[in-house]
């Protein structure tokens, strides 16, 4: 199995690359960033509860997001990979993966870890906050602090994949084909 974790900080081109690679490399894509959407506008409990830590840039509890994954998981034994996509945020989240996919007998290939600069992450996130009309992207200071948040919080789980041979950094500067290219380049090398 080919199991990819897409990394970086918000803005990175996460979701974008996502859904190029799923098309070229016959993933399953499972965005934790998606799922709890989903569940905000159908306005499920879980969707409810998570709305409060979204709007604030915040990160939701780490036993909702694992529980998702692990349900997305069981729903989709048959895959031949995935590509996991603001998933894992916190080292209790990578932890509980590496355990999910053991169970399964498989695990994580590689961590793909997109590089932009701050500047760049701001004005992308602006930029669809007028077009989607997303809250958390509409606000410079819910954007600066899920930022933070990612730098103190999800940044140091390089350190964790980097400690298995699996973190590869990535130029996410450029169009979007370029980073795809670059993103591809660095899959071949190791499926
Ligand atoms: P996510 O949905 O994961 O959102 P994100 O990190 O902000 O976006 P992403 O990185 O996918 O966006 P992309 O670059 O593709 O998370 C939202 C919230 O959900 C979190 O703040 C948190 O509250 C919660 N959450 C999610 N997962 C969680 C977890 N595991 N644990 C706890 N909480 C969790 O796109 C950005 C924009 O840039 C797009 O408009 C795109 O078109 C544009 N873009 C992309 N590449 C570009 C390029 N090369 N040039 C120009 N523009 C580009």
């Given at each position: 199995m080919l199991n990819l974790v897409l990394f970086g900080?918000?803005?990175?081109?996460k979701g974008t690359q996502s859904a190029r690679l799923i098309d070229k490399y016959n993933l399953i894509h499972l965005s934790t960033g998606d799922i709890l959407r989903g569940e905000l506008k159908a306005e499920s409990p879980l969707g409810l509860e998570a709305k409060k830590y979204m709007d604030k840039g915040e990160l939701v509890p780490d036993s909702v997001v694992i529980g998702m994954i692990e349900i997305k998981l069981d729903q989709n034994s048959d895959a031949k990979g995935f590509i996991f996509d603001g998933?894992?945020?916190t080292s209790a989240q990578a932890k509980a993966l590496d355990e999910l996919l053991e169970k399964k007998g498989t695990s994580i290939s590689a961590m793909l870890s997109l590089e932009v600069e701050h500047d760049e992450l701001v004005n992308r996130l602006l930029n669809r906050g007028k077009e989607s009309g997303r809250a958390d992207d509409q606000n410079t200071e819910v954007i600066e602090n899920r930022i933070k948040v990612y730098n103190n919080?999800?940044?140091?789980?390089i350190n964790y994949y980097d400690a298995q041979g699996k973190y590869i950094a990535v130029?996410?500067?450029?169009s979007i084909d370029e980073i795809f290219d670059n993103l591809c380049s660095s899959i071949d090398e190791i499926a």
């Amino acid at each position: 199995m080919l199991n990819l974790v897409l990394f970086g900080p918000p803005g990175a081109g996460k979701g974008t690359q996502s859904a190029r690679l799923i098309d070229k490399y016959n993933l399953i894509h499972l965005s934790t960033g998606d799922i709890l959407r989903g569940e905000l506008k159908a306005e499920s409990p879980l969707g409810l509860e998570a709305k409060k830590y979204m709007d604030k840039g915040e990160l939701v509890p780490d036993s909702v997001v694992i529980g998702m994954i692990e349900i997305k998981l069981d729903q989709n034994s048959d895959a031949k990979g995935f590509i996991f996509d603001g998933f894992p945020r916190t080292s209790a989240q990578a932890k509980a993966l590496d355990e999910l996919l053991e169970k399964k007998g498989t695990s994580i290939s590689a961590m793909l870890s997109l590089e932009v600069e701050h500047d760049e992450l701001v004005n992308r996130l602006l930029n669809r906050g007028k077009e989607s009309g997303r809250a958390d992207d509409q606000n410079t200071e819910v954007i600066e602090n899920r930022i933070k948040v990612y730098n103190n919080e999800t940044a140091p789980l390089i350190n964790y994949y980097d400690a298995q041979g699996k973190y590869i950094a990535v130029k996410g500067m450029g169009s979007i084909d370029e980073i795809f290219d670059n993103l591809c380049s660095s899959i071949d090398e190791i499926a």
